[in-house]
């Protein structure tokens, strides 16, 4: 941890500097997997599922039988833990979809936009060190309340080739029956140009490891569309004088104990809360599993003291951080003046665990400060806005002189000529 | 022109194909131009612009004396044009950013959007053969709406060093100050990274050639956003039987005008109609200005019969073209049928042409296919949605012990500590 007092505004676009991602090293290998599965299908993506994840899949599709098997391993108070979740994230997800009403722009002329789902999209749910059954329920609700009409998984299985069941009774909750236990780029591969058993879909959503990340940005330029850009996962706190240390220090930590890489911020305003908070991030990180990823994290965070909050918030709408904490009564003085973010909490008891898995909200975020131009996931990123016009005789008549006009200035006189046609009839 | 009679199913796919863009053997010398501009700044743009648009500008930034200069020599009625293009286009995307207002997911927990404009975003206005001040009406205005706080344009100059007098004077109507005669790869390059001259910007908008394209595509993976991945321009038009083949030839040839890679369809149940519209378009053809792209583009048309306008509509939501034309009396059935367009033009009179100009929808649509994946440009594509959640100590109580034990089952102890803690308070 360093503390860093006061720095001068020179100093800020250092400090909000993340670590860079090492880009082409990895592009090469990336490069050969998305080849090897684009040309070899099926059989590239078993061959990978045994060197990397060292099994050997007869069928790279899960049974139904397995996924409505998975139930009975789940415990009667998870179940119910998943489902307020799931409640509360339809609930906000289904607010997010405004038909919106037809606009008469000019007389004879009413333009609209139709939602529309994206037919085909893949989810990617990481498996590994912790089963993210949470980011299957943040992706594949709003899939399913835009209306998409196939909904894919890929996963990761264990050396036994088995996916971890809490993530196959959500998906069977969510009515998913389309689950591939592949993962890495081969799974990015897989879902963006289809094999024989794994169907191709228009857009990829879901967070990994830096191999998964790649993969998605290198299919994007072969027409996938993909949620985001990634990076590590981020906090930025800012707290006020009665910010609690111990919540404070346990946001801290909970951030950090996603990954060694992890970027975790604290800002305040407040002198003694620095040394306060690093003595509580020591104490609990002592008691908790995760101890060696949240110690290596932790090394890197940083405390800064600002002049007020105002400069905190200041400070945070230059970093962009993927999530933001505002733990002070006062937030309500600051809740306006937020521009860069991914997701915001606000006061002493929001914290990001919360919306991390059950408040509401999303939690696949932009990262790496694309919070400055990208939103998190939301219905709205499973479907498209159509365009539609009508344009009455009378609505050409009206505005077809003035089309004339601007196609002609244009130098595009085929695009006049539609115009005037029409007119002379 | 290729006339195809009831192709079987079999053979859509073929026939949805567009022409392959040769990707990777400009790579190299785009990501030259990328690495000088950013390295060495102001000085390298003026090299390109030497290098490539013919003229050696002592500055970059255009004077807002030649901006105010410009409307003196415009058209009284192009002028009138203009602005009620620009109502029009004002009207529809201003109603297309509706506030959210606030969900309760649960008890004591509050989340909501808030919709907040990207900071700095950068407008390329291609110049060369056409002067497309229509595409800054269609990106400036939403820009607007959304309140970027710094919008700057970028588009060539001619072998004089000069800009357009049109695009200066919507330019000037838009109040965008901030233009830079800066055209090509090096436009993007200067956009993206920031020169002594040109603000860093996060997103870039608008079409180009296809160095634009690929430098759109590859700074993207350097953090900077981009409207949508691009491709030649394309229109699928559903012809009824009671549609006149001098409007459908027309507006063929309006697409077909764009440039000789231009991608242009026609479908249509009633046979008759094919040999007409070929009639009708070698008729117009004759009598326009950029008549040899629009037979160069139209060499590669394809006339398609099809068993019913149903089967129709079917092809086209496979196609997924950016303009759909369904030129039928007909068109209320089908309507609501279509999946996958960028926009659509519904009717006799609605021609491209009218949505291209200033019926008020925006012009900046999916093309190759994307529009199965990607929307068109709209006031959205100008703003970030940050998310916001409250929660109190009542919700904490009521929701906190499931998002522990959904903590748990993930393996996340340290996110079940931070509600742990709170709990115990």
Not at 145 to 157: D, E, K, M, R, V
Not at 167 to 182: E, H, Q, R
Request: proline share 4%; with cysteine; net charge neutral.
């Amino acid at each position: 941890m360093t503390i860093i007092l006061n720095p001068a505004k020179s100093e800020w676009k250092d400090l909000c500097i993340r670590p860079e991602i090492g880009k082409s090293y990895i592009e090469n290998a990336i490069l050969d997997i998305l080849y090897k599965v684009r040309t070899e299908g099926d059989k590239a993506v078993k061959h990978y599922c045994e060197k990397f994840d060292g099994f050997s899949p007869d069928s790279l599709k899960i049974d139904i039988k397995e996924i409505k098997a998975a139930s009975s391993s789940i415990s009667a108070e998870l179940k119910g833990a998943i489902g307020k979740a799931m409640a509360n994230i339809e609930k906000f997800h289904a607010a997010q979809l405004i038909a919106e009403q037809p606009v008469v722009t000019s007389k004879g002329i009413t333009c609209w936009r139709k939602n529309v789902a994206i037919e085909k999209v893949g989810l990617y749910i990481p498996g590994g060190s912790a089963p993210l059954f949470s980011t299957l329920l943040m992706l594949g609700i709003p899939a399913k309340i835009a209306g998409c009409n196939l909904i894919t998984i890929c996963t990761p299985a264990g050396k036994d080739g088995k996916v971890n069941p809490v993530i196959l009774y959500t998906a069977g909750i969510l009515g998913i029956t389309d689950i591939f236990k592949i993962g890495g780029a081969q799974a990015i591969a897989a879902m963006a140009y289809g094999t024989e058993t794994v169907p191709k879909v228009y857009k990829i959503f879901g967070p990994g490891n830096q191999y998964v990340t790649k993969a998605k940005q290198l299919v994007q330029q072969d027409g996938v569309a993909i949620d985001m850009p990634a990076g590590p996962s981020e906090v930025l706190i800012i707290a006020g004088k009665d910010a609690n240390p111990a919540f404070v220090a346990a946001d801290l930590i909970s951030q950090a104990e996603h990954g060694p890489d992890s970027q975790v911020v604290l800002t305040t305003d407040y002198k003694d809360l620095l040394s306060k908070v690093r003595e509580e991030v020591e104490k609990q990180t002592k008691l908790l599993e995760r101890k060696e990823i949240i110690e290596k994290a932790i090394e890197n965070c940083r405390l800064i003291l600002f002049a007020s909050l105002q400069e905190c918030i200041d400070f945070s709408n230059e970093y962009a951080p993927e999530h933001l904490i505002i733990n002070s009564s006062e937030y309500g003085k600051y809740t306006g003046k937020v521009t860069n973010a991914g997701s915001v909490f606000l006061g002493q008891y929001s914290c990001e665990s919360m919306g991390d898995y059950a408040s509401g909200t999303n939690h696949t975020l932009p990262t790496n400060g694309y919070a400055r131009n990208y939103s998190g996931v939301s219905t709205e990123s499973f479907i498209k806005r159509i365009t539609f016009q009508e344009v009455t005789q009378e609505g050409i008549r009206e505005l077809g002189p003035d089309v004339e006009k601007m196609a002609e200035a244009e130098l595009l006189t085929g695009h006049k000529n539609a115009v005037t046609l029409r007119l002379k009839k």
